[in-house]
């Protein structure tokens, strides 16, 4: 059986035997060695104290096969500040690391449609690795111009690295031997930056009150993944006497992609209220597009991928008492898609249609029991075009798909 643990539980049951540790030297204090946990494995973990504030650590050890570790470190301070009655300053950070080692295992289908036991780790853990680093920072400002109006800021960046590696198996030889293993092992960043400015006020034209946000927003996306393959095939393993003691193959570079995403938006909307029971949402976006990606060494220049549309939203809610609200919506929305379209007898990376949806819907929402107690009955209708599908004759997606969903 495979038994998966957290990081901290890891360090608590090393901690627990520290009862085996030794000195080395018996006239040296500062020079320790402890056994490895045996309910995590074998070997043995040194510390020696060179100086004050200088230590050196030595490891050799084997986790059992059927032992993972996984763990997730967060930090994430944040600070605002008053920088008068009007503004607001809030200045945040975030880290995360998480990891797995190995991340998970795969059972296996025999010739009789048994599965191979969950006990057994199908793969080579030395091969399997999970290791994602997130930093995330940036800033949210509000400034009130007057009691009506107020203008907000926000600006935030992450960048993220991570290390995945994987061996995937792809066929069972007699019910024992897993071979033609896939593996890989890639190196990662991808970079998100996001800029948003708005501006939210309240007025009134006669008796109807409206609250209009304008606003624009930026994005930009980079990734740059780099994958290696190991220039001899990973040996089979043996499910009745697997052998996970393996040399470590030499890998080579197998591929580098980058991508690049960026778009800008602009969007309106007011909400008017005609009356304290009657009141129309109306607004609308339009969203600039485009994806860059280019795989270092093909020889292939890809053509840069560009999109926009507007994509409208309207929607009326109608309360013929404090407790029942009426309502319908229409919206429309927009997504950049890309994928294989054939040409001729090639398969060639083409750009193809953004997928568009469409969405109609009206309900009926109740409040019993002082609000305490709430029912909705609704009717929608979601049609979306240009969905990527697979298509059957080859291996390739297409945008001639649509979907449609009723409820």
Same mark, same amino acid.
């Given at each position: 059986?495979?038994?998966?643990i957290s990081a901290q539980a890891h360090q608590e049951v090393f901690e627990e035997a520290d009862n085996t540790r030794q000195n080395n030297d018996p006239d040296d204090e500062?020079?320790?060695?402890?056994?490895?946990?045996?309910?995590?494995?074998?070997?043995?973990?040194?510390?020696?104290?060179?100086?004050?504030?200088?230590?050196?650590?030595?490891?050799?050890?084997?986790?059992?096969?059927?032992?993972?570790?996984?763990?997730?470190?967060?930090?994430?301070?944040?600070?605002?500040?008053?920088?008068?009655?009007?503004?607001?300053?809030?200045?945040?950070?975030?880290?995360?690391?998480?990891?797995?080692?190995?991340?998970?295992?795969?059972?296996?289908?025999?010739?009789?449609?048994?599965?191979?036991?969950?006990?057994?780790?199908?793969?080579?853990?030395?091969?399997?690795?999970?290791?994602?680093?997130?930093?995330?920072?940036?800033?949210? $400002? #509000?400034?009130?111009?007057?009691?009506?109006?107020?203008?907000?800021? %926000?600006? @935030?960046? /992450?960048?993220?690295?991570? +290390?995945?590696?994987?061996?995937?198996?792809?066929?069972?030889?007699?019910?024992?031997?897993?071979?033609?293993?896939?593996?890989?092992?890639?190196?990662?960043?991808?970079?998100?930056?996001?800029?948003?400015?708005?501006?939210?006020?309240?007025?009134?034209?006669?008796?109807?009150?409206?609250?209009?946000?304008?606003?624009?927003?930026?994005?930009?996306?980079?990734?740059?993944?780099?994958?290696?393959?190991?220039?001899?095939?990973?040996?089979?393993?043996?499910?009745?006497?697997?052998?996970?003691?393996?040399?470590?193959?030499?890998?080579?570079?197998?591929?580098?992609?980058?991508?690049?995403?960026?778009?800008?938006?602009?969007?309106?909307?007011?909400?008017?209220?005609?009356?304290?029971? $009657? #009141?129309?949402?109306?607004?609308?976006?339009?969203?600039?597009?485009? %994806?860059? @990606?280019? /795989?270092?060494?093909?020889? +292939?220049?890809?053509?840069?991928?560009?999109?926009?549309?507007?994509?409208?939203?309207?929607?009326?809610?109608?309360?013929?008492?404090?407790?029942?609200?009426?309502?319908?919506?229409?919206?429309?929305?927009?997504?950049?898609?890309?994928?294989?379209?054939?040409?001729?007898?090639?398969?060639?990376?083409?750009?193809?249609e953004p997928t568009r949806g469409t969405q109609y819907e009206v309900g009926v929402k109740t409040d019993f029991l002082d609000g305490k107690l709430s029912a909705t009955l609704?009717?929608?209708?979601?049609?979306?075009?240009?969905?990527?599908?697979?298509?059957?004759?080859?291996?390739?997606?297409?945008?001639?798909?649509?979907?449609?969903?009723?409820?």
């Amino acid at each position: 059986m495979t038994i998966t643990i957290s990081a901290q539980a890891h360090q608590e049951v090393f901690e627990e035997a520290d009862n085996t540790r030794q000195n080395n030297d018996p006239d040296d204090e500062l020079d320790v060695t402890c056994k490895y946990p045996q309910a995590l494995g074998e070997g043995y973990h040194r510390r020696v104290e060179l100086r004050q504030s200088l230590v050196l650590e030595i490891e050799s050890y084997q986790r059992h096969d059927n032992l993972i570790i996984q763990g997730m470190t967060t930090i994430a301070p944040s600070i605002t500040w008053k920088l008068g009655d009007r503004t607001e300053l809030n200045l945040y950070y975030e880290y995360i690391h998480w990891f797995a080692n190995p991340p998970r295992s795969f059972v296996t289908v025999k010739s009789d449609g048994s599965l191979t036991p969950r006990s057994l780790y199908t793969g080579y853990p030395d091969f399997y690795l999970f290791d994602i680093y997130n930093h995330k920072i940036g800033y949210t $400002l #509000k400034h009130e111009l007057t009691d009506n109006w107020q203008i907000r800021n %926000n600006v @935030a960046v /992450t960048l993220t690295s991570y +290390t995945q590696n994987e061996s995937y198996l792809s066929n069972i030889v007699d019910d024992r031997f897993l071979t033609d293993y896939d593996t890989l092992e890639t190196d990662n960043t991808e970079n998100n930056y996001f800029g948003q400015i708005d501006l939210l006020g309240k007025f009134n034209t006669g008796s109807i009150s409206h609250q209009l946000l304008v606003g624009f927003d930026i994005k930009r996306n980079v990734g740059d993944f780099i994958g290696t393959r190991p220039v001899t095939n990973v040996p089979r393993l043996d499910i009745l006497n697997p052998n996970y003691d393996i040399p470590r193959p030499e890998f080579v570079p197998n591929f580098r992609n980058l991508n690049t995403i960026q778009s800008y938006g602009v969007y309106l909307q007011d909400q008017i209220a005609f009356s304290d029971n $009657l #009141k129309l949402l109306i607004g609308g976006r339009y969203d600039w597009v485009s %994806n860059e @990606a280019e /795989t270092i060494g093909n020889g +292939t220049d890809e053509p840069v991928q560009k999109d926009s549309a507007f994509s409208p939203w309207i929607g009326l809610v109608y309360q013929p008492s404090k407790t029942v609200s009426l309502y319908a919506s229409y919206s429309r929305s927009f997504l950049q898609t890309t994928g294989f379209n054939p040409e001729g007898s090639n398969l060639v990376l083409s750009a193809v249609e953004p997928t568009r949806g469409t969405q109609y819907e009206v309900g009926v929402k109740t409040d019993f029991l002082d609000g305490k107690l709430s029912a909705t009955l609704a009717a929608y209708q979601l049609t979306k075009t240009n969905v990527l599908t697979a298509d059957l004759a080859a291996i390739f997606l297409s945008d001639r798909g649509a979907t449609e969903s009723r409820d």
